[in-house]
């Protein structure tokens, strides 16, 4: 039997792992949100999310099925797999819902507790041990979420706790991922991620079903599938050439596309108090990326 490849030295590349992540991070993702605002304020949430979902699911299909045939499709867990991906559909029309209602990013940011639930929710759900800095470092983040929120004045609107619902179950999806590893494929876990979102919004889409009426929002559809499919490609890449600790912190590149284009698309300007609380919640994420960097260091060496 073949003993498995050690990594090639040429993948230890950060500075490609880090244009792979600001491609995913900066211009497909906020460029995802915002054809997805514009799309669901017309034509509904089940029609962007089953258009959304079947251009993913095509791409998936046509990168892994030609290697690897209906073998993807094989799970040891397939009520984790579904479980897994009925989280990842609510995250996504909850997160959709939201952006009808509150700027994109606004909606982006406060998206951004999804790495602080993760930490809270890892005790629980995989009986992980959290320590008090990771604990500090999640309780100044909610307070950054609630600067920018600011629940009970005139600037909160309540598809704010959308976001936040959203983000909770992409923690719960984030942490399942963990799980599903010990036992499936990364191929498998992608091509079941967006199963129960497809299956739920076809049944449901004919209720709701409007035709687009130009041929840039057939384009804005198209673009979900194509934004969304490179946005994970190239994600996936960042991870295979650079380090979590280091790609990881990138991701809040989202913001910077968010705030460009909903300024440019929507004109809408985040108030100060909005980046006085997402520079506390990024900074908060940061630090329990690095902090459990390092205890995994530790475990490592310790083994």
């Known amino acids: 039997m073949a003993m498995p490849s050690t990594p090639r030295p040429s993948l ?37 999310i089953f258009m959304r979902s079947t251009g993913h699911m095509v791409i998936m299909l046509a990168l892994l099925m030609p290697g690897h045939g209906f073998a993807i499709f094989r799970t040891q867990r397939l009520g984790w797999q579904l479980g897994r991906s009925a989280l990842q559909g609510a995250s996504t029309g909850l997160y959709t819902t939201a952006l009808i209602f509150i700027p994109l990013t606004t909606a982006t940011t406060v998206a951004f507790t999804a790495p602080l639930l993760v930490v809270a929710l890892s005790g629980p759900m995989l009986g992980e041990r959290v320590g008090p800095r990771r604990w500090a470092a999640v309780l100044v983040g909610f307070i950054g979420a609630l600067i920018i929120i600011r629940p009970g004045g005139a600037v909160m609107h309540w598809a704010d706790f959308l976001v936040i619902g959203s983000a909770a179950c992409y ?20 091509i ?35 934004a969304g499919g490179l946005g994970h490609f190239c994600m996936v890449k960042a991870y295979q050439y650079g380090q979590a600790s280091m790609v990881g912190p990138f991701d809040y590149g989202q913001l ?48």
Request: with cysteine.
């Open 256 to 303: 910077i596309g968010a705030a460009v284009l909903g300024s440019l698309v929507f004109s809408e300007f985040p108030d100060l108090w909005t980046w006085i609380g997402a520079a506390i919640l990024i900074a908060s994420g940061i630090y329990i990326a690095r902090r459990e960097a390092v205890l995994t260091k530790r475990r490592q060496v310790l083994t």
């Open 12 to 48: 230890n590349r950060p500075l490609i792992a880090i244009l792979f992540m600001c491609a995913t991070t900066v211009v497909l993702f906020p460029s995802l949100n915002t054809a997805m605002k514009h799309l669901a304020s017309i034509y509904g949430v089940p029609e962007v």
């Open 171 to 190: 923690a719960a999806y984030q942490l399942l991922t963990r799980r599903i590893a010990l036992y499936d494929s990364s191929r498998t876990t992608g």
């Open 192 to 226: 079941y991620t967006i199963v129960v979102s497809l299956i739920v919004s076809a049944a449901i889409v004919p209720f709701f079903w409007t035709t687009p009426v130009s041929w840039i929002d057939w384009g804005l559809f198209a673009s979900m599938g194509i």
